[in-house]
């Protein structure tokens, strides 16, 4: 993560001109490589030290960082256009998160100021050389996946793995697209400041380059990845359904998207459930519909049936007489509702099945039956 420029001096963000000179001089003084030969961490303390006073030992840059922070640092940062680019887009990109000591700096250590500088004119010294931009983090893109379940499986929910190609950032390479430790040299297309400008609408602002990704400069392309900084590659990943599941249903898995760059976090994958058919099973909303065959004896005489729910089989009462097509509810035995955590009702579709096949004495009997009815039972049947 990037280190506020302010702790890296020791100092408050209410420190004076005099303070922040002061901090710098003692620091560098410690730190400067001539005094710390071949000693690594000091000459990364001592980068971040000079980096530090280049913008806060100048009190237009302060001002700039203090209001835009990080982002402020980018090489060819111009205020006014980022304050419009920031109302143009709400979700800002390159916010910030960039390390002063992020490892691009194959070639900074030339614009070091020599121990005499620093020493001698304070003032006199200029920036000399811009650092490379830090890189603009970008997210990286949602993805969308169909998976198609059994109606059961949305019923109860289930935990399952899907193996799913995906675009990682490139291990290697951290996602830069540059070989590690190859020397940098400036950008062609931005001329090295990271971005280039672009209108949009009425507006214009500039944008990452897509050359250099706002690195400012272009080295060896990684050898892992070709330069793209992400690797594609197939991933195994465990995902969770919870019951109730809807036809349609978008589930969130958080992370598992495109990759970002530069370091930005990756997109989410979205997980768009198919739900398939079930030969007994329906849903309305999260009332469950069932048909269930019943005997004419049954239906005429009543009873109880034993049917199979999700929460084990269940005993039902028949009424008697009761005719085919019938309607039986058994409360808070439907389906799960993923929001509300309550659950619908099952309802049982009766459906009355004469016997297959038979012989004289069943048709008789059928015959007995049918003296039963009362009047035309056809008689709402018009057109
Ligand atoms: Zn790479
Ligand atoms: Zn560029």
Same mark, same amino acid.
């Given at each position: 993560?990037?280190?506020?420029?302010?702790?890296?001096?020791?100092?408050?963000?209410?420190?004076?001109?005099?303070?922040?000179?002061? /901090?710098?001089?003692?620091?560098?003084?410690?730190?400067?490589?001539? +005094?710390?030969?071949?000693?690594?961490? /000091?000459?990364?303390?001592?980068?971040?030290?000079?980096?530090?006073?280049?913008?806060?030992?100048?009190?237009?840059?302060?001002?700039?960082?203090?209001?835009? #922070?990080?982002?402020?640092?980018?090489?060819?940062?111009?205020?006014?256009?980022?304050?419009?680019?920031?109302?143009?887009?709400?979700?800002?990109?390159? $916010?910030?998160?960039?390390?002063?000591?992020?490892?691009?700096?194959?070639? $900074?250590?030339?614009?070091?100021?020599?121990?005499?500088?620093?020493?001698?004119?304070?003032?006199?010294?200029?920036?000399?050389?811009?650092?490379?931009?830090?890189?603009?983090?970008?997210? #990286?893109?949602?993805?969308?996946?169909?998976?198609?379940?059994?109606?059961?499986?949305?019923?109860?929910?289930?935990?399952?793995?899907?193996?799913?190609?995906? !675009?990682?950032?490139?291990?290697?390479?951290?996602?830069?697209?540059?070989?590690?430790?190859?020397?940098? *040299?400036?950008?062609?297309?931005?001329?090295?400041?990271?971005?280039?400008?672009?209108?949009?609408?009425?507006?214009?602002?500039?944008?990452?380059?897509?050359?250099?990704?706002?690195?400012?400069? !272009? #080295?060896?392309?990684?050898?892992?990845?070709?330069?793209?900084?992400?690797?594609?590659?197939?991933?195994?990943?465990? +995902?969770?359904?919870?019951?109730?599941?809807?036809?349609?249903?978008?589930?969130?898995?958080?992370?598992?998207?495109?990759?970002?760059?530069?370091?930005?976090?990756?997109?989410?994958?979205?997980?768009? !459930?198919? !739900?398939?058919?079930?030969?007994?099973?329906?849903?309305?909303?999260?009332?469950?519909?069932?048909?269930?065959? +019943?005997?004419?004896?049954?239906?005429?005489?009543?009873?109880?049936?034993? *049917?199979?729910?999700?929460?084990?089989?269940?005993?039902?009462? *028949?009424?008697?007489?009761?005719?085919?097509?019938?309607?039986?509810?058994?409360?808070?035995?439907?389906?799960?509702?993923?929001?509300?955590?309550?659950?619908?009702?099952?309802?049982?579709?009766?459906?009355?099945?004469?016997?297959?096949?038979?012989?004289?004495?069943?048709?008789?009997?059928?015959?007995?039956?049918?003296?039963?009815?009362?009047?035309?039972?056809?008689?709402?049947?018009?057109?």
């Amino acid at each position: 993560m990037a280190q506020d420029l302010y702790s890296i001096l020791g100092l408050k963000r209410n420190a004076s001109e005099a303070d922040i000179k002061k /901090a710098y001089r003692k620091l560098a003084r410690k730190y400067h490589p001539d +005094v710390n030969p071949g000693n690594k961490d /000091a000459e990364q303390k001592f980068k971040d030290i000079s980096r530090a006073y280049e913008y806060l030992g100048n009190p237009e840059k302060r001002k700039l960082y203090d209001e835009f #922070g990080e982002e402020s640092l980018q090489a060819g940062f111009d205020a006014d256009k980022t304050r419009q680019y920031h109302r143009w887009q709400s979700a800002a990109d390159g $916010e910030g998160g960039f390390g002063v000591g992020d490892d691009y700096s194959g070639t $900074e250590f030339g614009r070091f100021h020599s121990y005499e500088d620093i020493f001698g004119d304070m003032f006199g010294f200029s920036a000399a050389g811009r650092s490379a931009g830090r890189p603009a983090k970008e997210r #990286g893109q949602d993805v969308e996946y169909t998976l198609s379940i059994d109606f059961l499986s949305a019923l109860k929910g289930m935990k399952t793995d899907i193996s799913l190609r995906r !675009v990682r950032e490139c291990e290697k390479c951290s996602g830069t697209g540059t070989e590690p430790g190859s020397k940098l *040299i400036p950008c062609n297309v931005c001329g090295g400041s990271g971005r280039i400008k672009v209108a949009e609408g009425p507006l214009h602002f500039t944008q990452v380059c897509p050359r250099c990704g706002g690195h400012g400069r !272009v #080295g060896t392309p990684c050898s892992a990845c070709g330069g793209s900084g992400q690797t594609e590659g197939t991933e195994k990943i465990r +995902v969770s359904i919870p019951p109730g599941v809807d036809e349609g249903s978008r589930i969130r898995v958080a992370g598992k998207g495109g990759a970002g760059r530069a370091g930005g976090s990756p997109g989410d994958l979205y997980l768009v !459930v198919h !739900v398939e058919p079930h030969p007994v099973l329906s849903r309305k909303g999260s009332d469950l519909y069932m048909d269930v065959p +019943v005997s004419v004896g049954e239906a005429v005489g009543g009873g109880t049936i034993t *049917i199979p729910t999700v929460d084990g089989d269940i005993s039902l009462k *028949i009424p008697s007489g009761s005719q085919n097509g019938k309607l039986l509810r058994v409360k808070g035995k439907g389906m799960a509702d993923p929001r509300t955590k309550t659950r619908g009702d099952l309802f049982v579709r009766l459906a009355v099945r004469l016997p297959e096949g038979g012989d004289e004495e069943m048709r008789s009997a059928a015959r007995i039956l049918d003296r039963y009815y009362q009047g035309d039972i056809r008689k709402n049947v018009r057109l």
